[in-house]
RNA sequence: GUCUCCUUCGUCUAGUGGUUAGGACACCGGGUUUUCAUCCCGGCAACAGGGGUUCGACUCCCCUAGGAGAUGCCA
């Protein structure tokens, strides 16, 4: 029988990584096994579905070129693959449990449960949840129940002794006392949707669903939807409980500890290839010396005996490092495309840039490409190429065992020596500055520094006569120009 | 509280009875270098603890401790 595997999730927030990692999880399974992998969409929650969220998710699958199988948007022999849009096959199968007394109406308020929580709160009680009130109910009982509340959920009858197991993948056999699950988890709400627990499981079996890879947060829902499948007659999935994705404290994974929703790390500039990469080595390895990966590769590569148990903490730090790599990897023309939104959006460049600041971005692709951990950082690499800077303070400008004076000295030479910048070579210059340096007893860096921070405006730049060269003559003297007269100002200063 | 699961360097991990316990990120040195970055070299650093089993345990079993998750008309 052929693998068929599923994602699952409820759109009612933006795709974290969490989840992402679920998906591609059961993605690679798939595609490894010769698999199907199917989408479908778990809007029963009316209150928190998001329209966005929606929207989002198809983006981020899309982003990360993870195509699905059968799903909303390409169709399937089981559809519709929208759990709202399955309504009555929910309502078919909880009359089913009804009829075969494996379910049952309940008619307590929202106002009674929250008294007998309190309750059992209060008393420390070890027995937590529902207390069972309209499991067996007479007919004249549930005839009053019904006047004070018209809209019942059903509730599914937890056996009172005995205990359920389910063997996982990677846990083996898990056991758990019937009277330690849930006491009779709501199988149906009363707006009529149904519940996760009964929407999945139908949902699995009738779309042939053979794995269920989900983290291991549902490890204590396993027996409950066992006990469900065997209440309709069927044979549970097998189960493959995926490790958590914690945070640095080691708690779930959750916004305290950074970004968690894939588009902020794509705004960020992070590529799709560096998280698809990152992301498959959370919980998964393939051996002890490879860890880069396209998805082509994880596709064919990926297996479950390689998952771990263990929770793993999402390491940002060795993300930006995947995400220089890729940097580096990539064609200069293809990174240059993906530069450009991000200089538009911090107006860096036009909309759309000219022909000018195009070229100029080109002949910096090798500057900056090395330099790059996020796309984001292009902005401020670059700035001072396509627009005006402010003179730097004339603090800034001097180094180390030099005042006013000196500097403005220095930078008066390098104007001199920095008269042929258009026509002469890079390499001539910084020989011609060499040269300089030693006639005048001078430190190299003594020379450079004040001209970095006079042309780029920072200590921190690209290499400096590439970034003169390009920035042009002109731009170039006039920006040293004004530094002198910062320095000049400066001395002055000093001098009152 | 109760239940379930987990436990190799700070982090991600390799390891399936005999290894100097390997790699990567981070960190710290050093080199290349006009700054930054890249790159190269080196270093630091782990089998949670205690019992067994065994000629021999990181590897198998038990206990303890610690951590996490679940305990909803959310998924």
Redesign the pocket.
């Known amino acids: 029988m052929s693998v068929r595997v599923r994602y699952?999730?409820?759109p009612?927030g933006l795709q974290h990584i969490g989840g992402v990692r679920t998906a591609l999880f059961n993605y690679l399974f798939a595609r490894s096994s010769g698999g199907s992998f199917i989408l479908r969409i778990?809007d029963?929650?009316q209150q928190?579905f998001s329209e966005e969220a929606l929207k989002d998710l198809y983006e981020t699958l899309d982003w990360f070129g993870i195509r699905c199988d059968e799903g909303p948007d390409v169709g399937g022999a089981c559809g519709p693959y929208i759990q709202s849009h399955r309504f009555d096959i929910y309502q078919e199968y909880a009359r089913k449990l009804l009829d075969s007394g494996h379910a049952y109406r309940c008619w307590?308020?929202?106002e009674r449960?929250t008294a007998v929580?309190e309750k059992q709160e209060q008393e420390?009680s070890?027995y937590?949840?529902?207390d069972r009130h309209c499991r067996d109910l007479t007919a004249a009982q549930q005839e009053e129940m019904k006047r004070e509340?018209p809209n019942p959920?059903v509730r599914l009858k937890i056996p009172l002794d005995g205990s359920t197991s389910f063997s996982d993948m990677l846990?083996?056999e898990?056991?758990?006392?019937n009277s330690?699950i849930?006491p009779d988890?709501?199988l149906m709400?009363?707006?009529g949707?149904p519940?996760?627990h009964l929407a999945n499981v139908v949902d699995d079996h009738l779309m042939e669903i053979t794995h269920i890879l989900r983290a291991?947060?549902?490890?204590?829902?396993g027996p409950l939807h066992v006990l469900l499948y065997r209440a309709f007659g069927w044979d549970p999935p097998v189960y493959c409980h995926l490790?958590?994705v914690?945070g640095k404290d080691?708690?779930?994974l959750s916004k305290r500890h950074g970004s968690t929703a894939v588009r902020e790390f794509r705004e960020q500039g992070y590529l799709s290839e560096a998280m698809i990469n990152y992301i498959s080595?959370?919980?998964w390895?393939f051996?002890?010396?490879r860890?880069f990966f396209t998805l082509q590769e994880l596709e064919e590569l990926f297996s479950l005996d390689?998952i771990?148990?263990?929770?793993?903490?999402f390491?940002y730090?060795?993300l930006e490092?995947f995400n220089?790599?890729y940097i580096?990897m990539k064609d200069a023309r293809q990174l240059k495309e993906m530069l450009i939104p991000y200089l538009v959006h911090d107006q860096v460049v036009d909309n759309p840039p000219s022909p000018q600041q195009l070229e100029i971005l080109d002949q910096a692709m090798p500057l900056i490409q090395?330099?790059l951990h996020l796309l984001n950082d292009v902005s401020e690499m670059t700035r001072f190429l396509f627009c005006d800077i402010p003179a730097p303070p004339a603090d800034q400008l001097i180094p180390k065992k030099h005042d006013a004076s000196s500097t403005a000295e220095i930078l008066s030479s390098s104007l001199k020596l920095l008269e042929p910048l258009d026509d002469d070579s890079?390499d001539r210059l910084?020989q011609e500055f060499r040269e300089f340096c030693t006639r005048e007893g001078i430190k190299?860096?003594a020379v450079?520094?004040p001209l970095?921070v006079a042309v780029t405006g920072s200590?921190?730049?690209?290499?400096?006569?590439?970034s003169m060269k390009l920035l042009g003559k002109e731009k170039t003297l006039s920006r040293i120009e004004a530094a002198i007269d910062q320095l000049r100002q400066k001395e002055q200063e000093c001098d009152e």
Do not use: H
Request: aromatic share 6%; net charge positive; with cysteine.
């Open positions: 699952a999730p409820s009612t778990e029963t929650d928190r307590c308020t929202a449960l929580r420390k070890s937590k949840g529902y509340n959920v846990m083996g898990i056991t758990r006392k330690d849930n988890p709501v709400k009363s707006d949707y519940t996760y291991q947060e549902w490890i204590p829902s490790p958590m914690m080691g708690q779930k080595l959370l919980g390895s051996d002890d010396k860890e390689k771990n148990k263990a929770p793993g903490v390491d730090k060795k490092w220089g790599q580096r090395e330099r890079v910084e190299l860096g450079l520094m970095r200590t921190i730049s690209p290499p400096l006569f590439e």
